[in-house]
């Protein structure tokens, strides 16, 4: 590739899925999933790169999600989102602390996924809590799930405790200067990669091994 081409790639618009297991409609998880889709576009565009965001609410899915634990085959609404999200360029994954780790949701929608749907993507994780006591989950829970799955999460994780949507301006600055520190290096990585070939995100032969069932992607074995 000559130099020409690659920088046209570099500049090529990018797709970055954002998914959100907040459980309450408004929710500060789904704040915090825009703050950081917001400011990562923001970015991209500092490197002349456009992008396209989905962004979508996992309790949207949560019936959907629970059948495909429970059979194996997804619905079609749960396929399409599922399909979005591991062919897109990047994941911005947010959930809400429960527990002291992810919420079930969360949970169940990583269950669905084949363990290698996201080798190699880009993904920036928040979280949120009551408490900032829960900020390590990022680390110690949610880290390890992304790397399992052989994602490669950006160094930054951005946890929001209650607090930090308060109108104290001592509380609101340091969310906002994680959420840019995140949003460059979920940027960074994108542009440092090829586009996702540009093909119909719906059609699972896009990413499935040859003679893999997309059962198999969406809910692991019949008898588990």
Known sequence: MT???????????????????????????RLLADRLASATVK?????????????FELRDYAH??????????????????VNAVVSADAVIAVTPIFSTSY?????????????????????????????ARHSLAIDYAIRPLFTYLHAEPVST??????????????????LGERVDRGARELADAIARREPARNEDPF????????????????????GE
């Open 157 to 174: 994780g951005v946890f929001a405790a209650s607090s930090d949507w308060g109108a104290a301006g001592d509380q609101v600055a340091p």
């Open 3 to 29: 130099s020409g081409a690659g920088a046209a790639a570099s500049r090529a618009a990018r797709r970055v899925a954002v998914v959100s297991a907040g459980l309450s409609n408004p929710s500060s998880t």
């Open 64 to 81: 959907d999600i629970t059948n495909n634990l429970l059979t194996g085959f997804a619905p079609p609404a749960l396929e399409s989102m």
């Open 43 to 55: 970015e991209l565009a500092a490197r002349d790169i456009a992008a396209e965001v989905d962004v």
């Open 103 to 131: 919420s079930g949701l969360f949970k169940s929608f990583i269950d669905v996924l084949d363990p290698d749907a996201l080798t190699g993507k880009p993904v920036l994780i928040g979280a949120n809590a009551g408490t």
């Open 203 to 222: 059609d699972p032969a896009n990413y499935l091994g040859e003679g893999r069932s997309f059962g198999h992607l969406l809910g692991g074995l019949a």
